[in-house]
């Protein structure tokens, strides 16, 4: 079946610097979204990127699909300690039948002032 | 406010008990969908329903059971034949027009222990 890896696995950061997670396909995806979740909370949708290439930005955040659409990496800029939590990617099958999304194991973020 | 409600928050179970945890949502969404989380891994779908009546198993279904009968709620019941419960269950539910525009809204969990 389909799998998402998802690294590194744990990530410290100084505030102020950035920050970046891969998340890897082991087949072609329809689409990818991000989630993050904060400490003791619940995910929350982040974006979906759905075509070859996208690249979008959301303030200090930048969100890539690779060209094969079997990658996807998440890049923070000059990180804040609200940036803190774990950050998902969970990639989509395509086809017509719901379910099929896969998370990748997730990234945590800690960032220290 | 519109949202994802579960219940209890925490909860714990006896050896060779069934539990049962519930989910609503008044956000309108038709598919609705069941998620374990445990430390260092993603979420695995348990439980997922498209409609009103009925339901589709996800990757790890055994051990657990659903029903929906409406479609503002989707309970997931652990019986006693999921011998390692303990986890962080997280109930969602999507807005979405087709099958891979599912994007998902999750309520703020129930974390689940064995006595």
């Known amino acids: 079946g389909q799998q998402v890896m998802q690294i590194p696995q744990y990530q410290h950061v100084q505030e102020g610097e950035d920050f970046t997670t891969y998340c890897n396909s082991s087949t072609t995806l329809s689409n990818i979204q991000w989630y993050k979740q904060r400490p003791g909370g619940h995910p929350v949708f982040l974006i979906q990127?759905?075509?070859?290439?996208e690249v979008k930005k959301q303030k200090r955040l930048t969100f890539q699909f690779g060209e094969a659409k079997k990658n996807s990496s998440l890049h923070i800029t000059a990180t804040q300690t609200t940036d803190v939590g774990t950050y998902f990617c969970?990639?989509?099958?395509?086809?017509?039948?719901?379910?099929?999304?896969?998370f990748g194991q997730g990234t945590i973020l800690t960032v220290h002032p | 406010d519109g949202g994802i409600t579960q219940s209890p928050k925490y909860l714990f179970r006896k050896e060779g008990q069934n539990v049962t945890l519930s989910c609503e949502q008044n956000l309108n969404h038709d598919a609705m969908y069941w998620y374990r989380q445990d430390p260092g891994q993603g979420l695995r779908l348990i439980y997922y329903s498209q409609i009103v009546n009925d339901f589709q198993k996800g990757d790890i279904a055994e051990g657990y059971s659903v029903s929906r009968e409406k479609k503002e709620s989707f309970p997931l019941t652990v019986t006693s034949a999921q011998k390692n419960p303990t986890a962080f269950y997280l109930c969602a539910s999507s807005i979405s027009d087709t099958a891979t525009n599912e994007k998902l809204f999750f309520g703020s969990g129930t974390q689940l222990s064995v006595l």
């Open positions: 969970a990639g989509h099958a395509g086809g017509t039948s719901y379910g099929k999304l896969t």
């Open positions: 990127l759905v075509k070859s290439g």
